[in-house]
Structures are given as C-alpha cells and as structure tokens.
C-alpha cells in the first residue's frame, strides 16, 4: 500500500474526522471543501481502502455501512435541501420498535430528483424549511415526521401505530401533533389521523362511550350501564360499561391506559373484578377505529348474542 504524502495528510485527517461524526460517510462537496481532490477520491476507491455510496456520497471505510451511514448517504444524494422525512426521520431521533424499509428523503417541488435504487427520494409539496431539525442529519421534527409516517404509512393500522409511539416514547406531545396535523388540508388518511390525534389528547371520553353504545344498540346488542362506581378490595372504581346480568365489564383504553404509570393501576382493577366473579373485556379506543367487527364481536360473543350481531 503505497504511503500517504505528508501534503495530503491535514485533508485526509480532516475528511475522517467529519465522517466520524455521520456514519463513516462524506459527501463528495465535503471532501473537495476539505482539500481532498477527486484523484485522491478514486485513489482511495480503487485500493479498496474507500467506497462510493451512489454518485454524492463516499464511506472513509470498505466494511458494511450502517444505518447512520445510510441516512447520511440518502440526505447526500437528495441534494443541498434534501432531509429525512416521515418514520425515516423519526428513527433518526430515537424512535424505537419500528422498522423502515427504504430510508424516505424529501426534497421541495421542483427541486431536481437524483435517481437511487437505494433510497426513497421524493418531491413533496409538504417541504419546509422550518420543519428541519438544525443538529444531526438533516431531518424534519417528530411531530411533523410522525404525520407524515401516518400520511404515508402502507395501512391505517400502521398509521396509528406510528402516531401512537412517537407520544408513547417522547419524541413528541399530542398537542405538537396535533399542530401539525391541522396544517393537512388534503389526504385520504386525514380524517383518520384526526381521530388518533384526537384520541392521543384524551378527549371528550364520555362522548366516545356514548358513541360506543349507540353502536352496540345498532348492532343488535343490550345497551350497558355507564360509569358504574364499584367498590374492590384495593378501592373504589368506575366502570365504563356494565352489563350486571351478565357479569361483563368493557373497559375502554384510551392511549393513557399504554402508558407505564397507568399499567399497574389497571391490572390491580381488572384483577379484583375477575376475583370478584366479573368477566372483564379491554378494548382499545384505536382497535374500535380500526377493527370494529372485531371487538364489538367479542363483546356480541360474551353477552351470548352471536359474535357478528348486526
């Protein structure tokens, strides 16, 4: 392997040194404003010590590039205003339990689209400015990138989901989603991103219950008593709907009820009502939204009307 000149050594530091710091990759604008020439780039390349990642982009190291390299790599050939968008820029901020496929970068209409195989690379109507985080990779803020997840996830399901941990795990308040929700004028999934919104705030509870038994009397099903108090052995408590004859209680979770302060406080009331020879079904405030045959069937099948009562 052929020795370094002493020369080129201040920009070959300097290069390294600023890879260090974005997953072993530089973009080729980077190593030129560094004093590294595009001869000493294929120099490097060709001995294998370097690779080229698409045509912006070059790792300072030849074994596999991770996944901050990568996000670094997608930002690179997007361009100068191109940033991580959607469930990609939420991973790069510490979203966790979430998988992306394709590393999804925005681009503003009209700026010119570098074609990647690699890389989801995208004009958007949506692009601010404004929206990007100014530290780290290039990337929009959660609760702008939680929306769009949801705008773009491939299923309602996922929408919801990707909404649901960007509160749970602190990238963001439901009231900054909620912002940012409202600045969506036109999408299919709009309306359905309002109502997890909605549901993330902790809205109008009793609203929703009431909407639940209207739904279930539509349905064929006897309506519950509401909001009944009962007294346990670890307290008092309230429950949302109570068929007595039955012995069947329907607890709607709202999202507060994932969180780790409400966790041991539900299982403590759900236990002294089995104890005390009640049957007691959960139902998640999202599953109504998303799968409603489903849960007001199983609340069909516990009451012994049929589990697709309509």
Known sequence: MPAVPPRDLPALVAARRLAAGQGGVVSRRQLYAAGVTRWQVRGQVRSGRWQ??????????????????????????????????????????????????????????????????????RQTRRWDAADVVGTGVPRTRPAVAAVRAALWAATDRQAAYVLTLTVQQGLATAPQVGVEALRVRRDRRRVLVQQVVHELLEGARTLDEAAIVRELVRRGLPAPARQVVRRGRNGRYVLDLYWPEHGLVVEVDGIQHAWVDHVVGDAVRHNDLVLAGDRVLRVPMLGLRLEPDTFYGQIGEALGVGRHAE
């Not at 050939?77 to 940033?83: E, H, N, T, V």
């Not at 979203?95 to 690699?118: N, T």
């Open 52 to 121: 080229l990642v698409g045509d912006q982009s070059v790792c300072l190291h030849n074994t596999a590039l991770g996944d901050e390299g990568h996000r670094w790599a997608a930002v690179f050939q997007g361009g100068p205003r191109a940033c991580l968008d959607g469930a990609s820029a939420l991973v790069a901020g510490g979203l966790q339990r979430y998988d992306v496929d394709r590393v999804r970068v925005s681009v503003p209409r009209g700026a010119r689209v570098r074609r990647s195989r690699r890389y989801d690379i």
